[in-house]
C-alpha cells in the first residue's frame, strides 16, 4: 500500500471509505437500469406509459359537459374499461340461420326467411366467438378508461320496445350480476345488417353498462376488416351516438362549409385533435356525416348521423358504415369518448390515419375537384387505372357513383373503392366482399397479386405483369404483396413469384424481378400505412406495449442478482 493510501486510511472515517468504494458501483447499477428501460423503449416503438399509467392530456378543457362533482370523480381511480361478451344468442340454433328457406324472429323482431348468405356456419360462429369478439373488445379496452363499476356488475331489465329486448341476458346477469366487469355485450348475428346499441346505463354517472350487437354474416371480409367493423358497431353500443352528443352539449352547427350547414363535435380536446390532424388552425371540431334524404322524403333538413364525414375521415373508426375501409381507432373518436364524461382515453395508444392528415384547410372547405384534377391525389382520384384504395387493403378503381347515396356520403368526391366486380363479368347475384380485397380477393383477375391475410396493397411504377405467358404492361398502378413488420419500424415485403422477402424501407422502392413479372418496381410504403393494423385485426400499438412492457420487466429482474450481490458483499 502507498503512503498516500496510509494516509487516506488514517485520516477518513471508515464509513466514508466505504462509501468511496460503493459510489461507483451504484452509479453503474444506476446506469444498467436506466439503460435497459430506454433501450427497450426503443425497441418496443411505443412507450409503455400510455397503458401503466395516465398521461397528461394536453389541451383539456376544465368544464366538462356532465353533472357528477370534480372532487368525486378524482376520489376513484380512473382504470382501464373491463368489458365482457354474453353469446348465448350465438349458441342458440334457434336465434340464427342453419339453412336456407328456414324462418326465424330477427333481432329487431321481425320474421325473416333465411338466403344462403344469412347461415352462420359453425366455423364462422368460432371464428366470432373465439378471435374477432376479443380483438374488437381489446381495442376497446387498450383506449378506454372508467371509473371501475364496484362489486358484481347488475344489468337491469330492458324495457319493452326498446333495441335490446330481442337479446338473451341470462338471469344471472339480472340478479347475481357479471364479475369483473365494467361493461357487457350482447351478441347475436341474424339476418340483416350489423348494429351496436346501447341498452342500460349506470344509475349514477348515466355511463352505459350494457349494450347488444348484430353481426351479419354476411359482411364478413376476413379478419382484418371484420374485426374493425364489430369494433364499430361497439363504439355506438359504448355511447358514440349523435342523441347523446347534443344532450351533453357536444355539438356545435358551423354555417356555410361547402355550402351547407356542418355539425361538428366541439368539446376542446377533439377541436384540438381535428385541428392537428389536418393541419388547419380555424377548424371549430370534427363534421360529422350529413346525410342528405332521397328525393320525395318529406324531411326539411338533412339528417346528421352518428359518425364521421366520410369526406374528412372516411378511414376512420367511426366513418359511415358505407364499405370496407380500415377503421383506423384515432384521437378523433378518444377525445370523443373523452369528451361524454364518463370516460377517459388512454392517451398513447391513438392509431395514425393518412385520410386528410396535414391537408390543411383547404382539405376541409375546399372542393376535392377542381376542372377533372383533384388537389389531394392520396385521397381522392381522376383517372381510371387500377391503383390502392387509400387504405392499402385493396386494389381499387376510382368511381363516382350515380345513385343518391353514394354521392352524398362523399360530398360527390371520387375515391378508390374495392372492385366488386369487373367490366365483362357476368352479372350475378352481388358478391359478398369485393373481388380485389388483398386480404382473400381472387389472384387470378389481378395479375401481379400476392393475397392472404398479411397482404397489402402497394403501389407500383412501370410494372409489367406476366399473364398467360406473355408480358404486358397494364395499366395498374398497385399489386397485393405480404408485408412484415418490426417492433423497430422496419418493413419487409415478398411478392408473388418471389419467395424471399425484400427490406423495403419507406420511401424507397424494390426492383422486381420473378415469374410473375419482367420489370417494374414496387415502392415501399409508409409503416404507419401497413403495419399500425395486424393481420387479425389488432393493434400493434398494443403489441408493442406489451413487448415494452415485457422487456422492461425482464431488464428489472436482470438487476435483481446484481443488487443481491452487492448487498451480501456489504456494500449496499
Known amino acids: 500500500m502507498t503512503k498516500q493510501a496510509n494516509k487516506l486510511s488514517a485520516r477518513t472515517p471508515a464509513t466514508v471509505r466505504q462509501s468511496l468504494y460503493v459510489m461507483p458501483l451504484l452509479l453503474l447499477l444506476l446506469f444498467l437500469c436506466c439503460a435497459c428501460v430506454c433501450v427497450a423503449q426503443k425497441d418496443g416503438g411505443v412507450q409503455s406509459t400510455g397503458v401503466v399509467r395516465e398521461l397528461p392530456r394536453k389541451g383539456q378543457s376544465g368544464v ?3 353533472t357528477v362533482s370534480a372532487q368525486e370523480k378524482d376520489d376513484k381511480e380512473w382504470k382501464l374499461i373491463r368489458i365482457k361478451a354474453s353469446t348465448k344468442d350465438l349458441e342458440d340454433a334457434s336465434r340464427y340461420c342453419t339453412k336456407i328457406g328456414e324462418q326465424i324472429i330477427d333481432f329487431e323482431g321481425d320474421e325473416v326467411v333465411c338466403d344462403e348468405e344469412d347461415i352462420l356456419t359453425d366455423e364462422k360462429k368460432k371464428t366470432i366467438i373465439n378471435t374477432i369478439l376479443p380483438a374488437a373488445i381489446k381495442l376497446h379496452k387498450d383506449r378506454l378508461r372508467v371509473q371501475p363499476h364496484e362489486g358484481k356488475l347488475k344489468v337491469p331489465n330492458f324495457e319493452d320496445g326498446s333495441d335490446c329486448e330481442y337479446f338473451t341476458v341470462p338471469d344471472e346477469h339480472h340478479t347475481e350480476g357479471v364479475e369483473n366487469a365494467d361493461f357487457v355485450f350482447y351478441v347475436g348475428s341474424g339476418p340483416g345488417t350489423s348494429f351496436g346499441v346501447t341498452c342500460a346505463p349506470e344509475d349514477l354517472s348515466s355511463r352505459p353498462i350494457a349494450g347488444a350487437m348484430n353481426i351479419a354474416v354476411f ?5 382484418r376488416l371484420s374485426v374493425r367493423s364489430i369494433a364499430h358497431e361497439m363504439a355506438h353500443a359504448l355511447g358514440f351516438d349523435y342523441e347523446r352528443m347534443k344532450e351533453l352539449n357536444m355539438v356545435t352547427t358551423v354555417t356555410n362549409v361547402r355550402d351547407k350547414d356542418r355539425v361538428l363535435v366541439n368539446t376542446a380536446v377533439t377541436k384540438e385533435k381535428a385541428q392537428e390532424h389536418y393541419n388547419c388552425p380555424e377548424l371549430q371540431g370534427m363534421e360529422l356525416n350529413n346525410e342528405e334524404q332521397e328525393e320525395g322524403e318529406d324531411q326539411e333538413e338533412d339528417e346528421v348521423s352518428s359518425h364521421w364525414s366520410v369526406r374528412l375521415a372516411r378511414d376512420e373508426l367511426m366513418a359511415p358504415p358505407t364499405g370496407l375501409t380500415a377503421g383506423y381507432y384515432t384521437a378523433l373518436t378518444m377525445s370523443t369518448f373523452e369528451g361524454l364524461g364518463y370516460y377517459k382515453a388512454n392517451w398513447g395508444m391513438e392509431e395514425p390515419m393518412s385520410w386528410g392528415h396535414k391537408g390543411g384547410c383547404d382539405f376541409i372547405n375546399g372542393s376535392c375537384m377542381t376542372n377533372g384534377v383533384t388537389a389531394f391525389p392520396k385521397t381522392f382520384c381522376n383517372d381510371t387505372k387500377f391503383r390502392c384504395t387509400s387504405d392499402r387493403h385493396a386494389i381499387g378503381r376510382c368511381e363516382l357513383s350515380k345513385d343518391v347515396e353514394s354521392k352524398v356520403f362523399l360530398d360527390q368526391c371520387p375515391t378508390m373503392e374495392p372492385i366488386w366486380k369487373l367490366e365483362g363479368e357476368e352479372e350475378e347475384e352481388e358478391e359478398s366482399s369485393p373481388t380485389s380485397l388483398c386480404t382473400d380477393g381472387e389472384e387470378g383477375l389481378f395479375p401481379g397479386s400476392l393475397t392472404g391475410e398479411d397482404s397489402w396493397c402497394l403501389d407500383a411504377e412501370s410494372l409489367t405483369v406476366v399473364t398467360n ?3 404486358m404492361r397494364n395499366a395498374i398502378r398497385g399489386v397485393c404483396a405480404r ?20 427490406d423495403c424501407p419507406e420511401g424507397k422502392s424494390i426492383d422486381v424481378r420473378s415469374s410473375a413479372f419482367t420489370n417494374g418496381k414496387i415502392k415501399c410504403p409508409k409503416y404507419d400505412e401497413v403495419c399500425t393494423i395486424t393481420p387479425d385485426g389488432r393493434s400493434r400499438l ?3 406495449v406489451e413487448l415494452d412492457s415485457t422487456r422492461r420487466a425482464a431488464a428489472l429482474s436482470a438487476l435483481v442478482p446484481l443488487a443481491m450481490t452487492f448487498t451480501l458483499m456489504g456494500l449496499l
Open 483 to 502: 408485408v412484415k413488420c418490426s417492433s423497430g419500424g422496419g418493413v419487409k415485403v415478398q411478392y408473388k413469384g418471389n419467395d424471399k422477402w425484400h
Open 64 to 66: 366538462q359537459a356532465y
Open 469 to 471: 405467358k406473355r408480358s
Open 542 to 544: 398494443s403489441m408493442n
Open 219 to 223: 359482411k364478413y371480409a376476413g379478419l
